[in-house]
């Protein structure tokens, strides 16, 4: 095997709550996150020379060491102690810097592919250590499709997959900073949820959790969040929420039909609406080793 396709997945954050700040300067966190069908797609190939490329159909996405997959390839390389060159384009259909955790998924994608091409081996738990080393997010990638993520987001437990239900992502067009929204973050300000409250994750009990101690600091920036979860309800989500940093706004419908009808009905707002189905696999599997 010479090249790797794999298919990237979004997530949201049905819950989100930030506990406090660690010595490291992280945060600690509880979140309950769920992937959905919006996807990247992320090849990876060998290259006859040692070195790592990254391409982008997306101009926002860097392409050099300051991309988090060139990060990712980058250990897998070193720990391989191979001479081959690795070749990796990405095709972006997640929206950059949206809260659905793209870049992240974009690494673990790598990871997963570099750890088949270079025959490095490496079991679920061990990519899932080295991700933690490159971002937050990264391990819920390879694990998924729904989870509870505690500590800096690398503690991950496993939880039954929801009975598919559908998501409409409203996204307003713009980028917002993780680091700027985490920073600008005040705790004692945070109502924290029972992110581990539901053990199992329906369109019903969904609304139950919904919580993002992230939104108040990034709507605050941008109004049009707001106005995005507003419009949501107007078209009966069921839920609405902003995910991770913002700014996309997710909101909860039962069936497909209900939901592409809500984004033919926002359609005329100028905003970015995806329409997307809970998983109850996630693409990574089959090419991670238990």
């Known amino acids: 095997m010479s090249e790797l396709t794999i298919s990237s ?3 949201i954050n049905v819950c989100l709550s ?12 509880e979140m309950l996150m769920q992937m959905v ?11 006859g020379t040692r070195g790592i490329s990254v391409t982008c159909d997306n101009s926002a996405v860097p392409v050099g060491e300051a991309n988090i997959a060139y ?3 980058e250990a897998i390389q070193s720990l391989s102690g191979s001479d081959a060159g690795l070749s990796i384009a990405i095709t972006k259909r997640i929206p950059v810097a949206g809260g659905l955790g793209g870049g992240s998924g974009n690494a673990a994608a790598v990871l997963v592919a570099c750890n088949k091409l270079l025959k490095t081996a490496f079991t679920r738990v061990r990519l899932a250590e080295i991700g933690a080393g490159l971002g937050m997010d990264v391990p819920f990638f390879l694990h998924g499709p729904t989870a509870l993520a505690q500590g800096r987001g690398e503690r991950l437990t496993d939880l039954p997959p929801p009975d598919r239900f559908w998501v409409l ?14 920073k600008n973050l005040t705790l004692g300000l945070t109502n924290r949820g029972d992110c581990n409250k539901i053990q199992r994750l329906t369109v019903g009990n969904a609304k139950e959790v919904l919580h993002n101690d992230l939104e108040a600091v990034t709507s605050a920036e941008y109004p ?12 009966n989500a069921r839920g609405v929420l902003m995910s991770g940093s913002g700014p996309t706004v997710f909101g909860i419908f039962e069936t497909e039909d209900s939901c592409r009808t809500a984004a033919d009905t926002l359609s005329s707002e100028g905003w970015q609406l995806y329409p997307a189905v809970t998983l109850t696999e996630s693409p990574l599997a089959q090419f991670i080793e238990s």
């Not at 930030?18 to 966190?29: A, C, N």
Request: proline content about 5%.
């Open 9 to 11: 997945p979004a997530k």
């Open 169 to 182: 992502l409203v996204n307003p067009g713009f980028e917002a900073s993780t680091a700027w929204v985490y």
């Open 37 to 47: 069908g919006l996807y990247d797609e992320v090849r990876v190939a060998l290259r």
């Open 18 to 29: 930030v506990l406090s700040r660690r010595p490291d300067g992280y945060h600690e966190v």
């Open 71 to 73: 990060r990712a390839a």
């Open 224 to 235: 049009v969040i707001g106005r995005c979860k507003k419009a949501l309800q107007s078209v």
